[in-house]
């Protein structure tokens, strides 16, 4: 017994006081934890792309009853008819409206102002939409043109783009998705307004251009 403490304390001699080693299966257990967290970070990130892909398809959808409700087509049938088509819209955006979905973007100071900057920009545009709807929509695409990675087809706002940079990728992608959205609706507008001066031919030039 006194021989084996003997060695033992022999054997801790060549060890630095004050040092940690660790065996070879603290090291295995090590690695093996690591690679558990590189999976569940792949599986958190897919999680917060579904959740980014249903969030979008609720603002999607919304847009679409929210066109039907809005359409120039509502005008074009009975009392009847419509006032049962604006129920069952009105039912199914209250439906998709109770699903709740929230991803939450993280981002630092400079990220957070930028938003807040890029944000204000599109609203100054938006609140003078009724004022002015074709230089509204022609702002609105410099806008997008400082969004997207392809050729626009005309003027980009730099100022803009220098904003829009600084913000965190999510951002990034809702903004322009928020542009898109805007645009889409300053169309829908004016195609109202056209069936509104004139019906017919206005009609029958956009079935045309749909079956082109």
């Known amino acids: 017994m006194a021989q084996a403490r003997i060695s033992s304390a022999k054997a801790s001699e060549g060890q630095p006081r004050g040092h940690f080693y660790r065996s ?3 090291a295995d257990c090590s690695g093996r934890l690591l690679q558990t967290l590189d999976q569940l970070e792949l599986r958190v990130e897919a999680l917060r792309d579904a959740a980014s892909a249903m969030e979008q398809e609720k603002e999607t ?10 359409s120039q087509d509502m005008r074009h049938i009975s009392e009847g008819e419509r006032e049962e088509l604006s129920l069952t819209a009105s039912r199914l955006m209250g439906r998709t409206l109770t699903v709740e979905i929230s991803v ?24 003078k939409l009724l004022d002015d709807l074709e230089d509204s929509k022609s702002r609105l695409m410099s806008l997008y043109g ?18 829009v940079i600084g913000c965190a990728i999510e951002d990034q992608k809702k903004i322009k998705r928020r542009l898109e959205t805007l645009l889409r609706n300053i169309e829908n507008s004016k ?3 056209m069936l509104l001066e004139h019906p017919k031919s206005t009609v029958q030039q956009i079935c045309n251009n749909k079956q082109d």
Request: aromatic share 2%; hydrophobic share 35%; with cysteine.
């Open 191 to 193: 195609k109202s307004i």
């Open 61 to 70: 959808l919304l847009e679409m009853i929210h066109n039907i409700q809005n």
């Open 104 to 127: 939450e973007t993280i981002r630092n100071p400079q990220q957070q102002e930028s938003l807040l900057h890029a944000t204000r920009m599109i609203d100054e545009v938006v609140n």
């Open 24 to 26: 070879t299966s603290m």
């Open 146 to 163: 400082a969004c997207t990675s392809e050729v626009p087809s005309g003027p980009i706002d730099q100022k803009f783009q220098s904003v």
